[in-house]
């Protein structure tokens, strides 16, 4: 069975580095392209970034608001992927999820549950 | 970045009922959509992909069409699973963005 489990997510101050760890398992992480989204509360979903196989180089991409405050990696031995979010803004509360992209077509069939991340002071 | 309309945003419906959600691209997208299921404090659950192609799993009272601009999200015989909020996403270009969501309520 696929599941994907976020953790790492907790209230922490603005300005403030908070990492995220998503653990695959019931399949090979590294065939995969892994991608992040977040929900602020009440609100809509949106793509943070994602991080390519590494038979397709193991590259990135973010969206604009995250780009050059948060890092995606993975691990690939261990079977996680982590989102690194630096200088954090209170715009960046919202649950956070991590997602498996079916065949690199940008369509995502397999969703961990979330991990909330409140940033306040 | 491609916008992502949805209409309504919220639909009042019962169980039995046939509902049709619209989602409408900022540019010509082909085929390149996909539904989204989402219940309270729950994940995404990926519905159709490709515009029109069911999901492993998911029943087939749902129905995905359209191409270019214009899409339909379609579920008939509503559930009392069903209620939940729908959201369509291309996946056409760089970086993949949502719609607003549609609630779907119990009448």
């Known amino acids: 069975e696929v599941q994907l489990v976020e953790s790492g997510g907790g209230l922490v101050k603005p300005g403030r580095s908070l990492r995220l760890s998503c653990t695959a398992s019931g399949f090979t992480l590294s065939d995969y392209a892994m991608n992040w989204f977040r929900q602020a509360p009440g609100k809509g979903l949106e793509w943070v970034g994602f991080i390519r196989s590494k038979a397709y180089g193991g590259t990135t991409e973010y969206a604009a608001s995250v780009k050059g405050r948060f890092t995606i990696s993975r691990d690939d031995s261990e079977s996680i992927a982590y989102l690194q979010m630096n200088s954090l803004k209170t715009e960046d509360t919202a649950v956070y999820y991590c997602?498996?992209?079916?065949?690199?077509?940008?369509?995502?069939?397999?969703w961990g549950q979330g991990t909330l991340v409140t940033v306040s002071s | 970045d491609i916008q992502m309309t949805q209409s309504p945003s919220s639909v009042s419906a019962s169980v039995g009922d046939r509902v049709t959600i619209t989602c409408r691209a900022s540019q010509d997208i082909s085929y390149w959509l996909a539904w989204y299921q989402q219940k309270p404090g729950k994940a995404p659950n990926l519905l159709i992909y490709g515009a029109s192609s069911l999901q492993s799993g998911v029943p087939s009272r749902f129905n995905g069409s359209g191409s270019g601009t214009d899409f339909t999200l379609t579920i008939n015989s509503l559930q009392p699973e069903d209620f939940a909020t729908y959201y369509c996403q291309q996946a056409n270009s760089f970086p993949p963005t949502f719609g607003q969501g549609t609630r779907l309520d119990i009448k």
């Open positions: 997602s498996r992209d079916t065949s690199g077509w940008f369509f995502f069939d397999y």
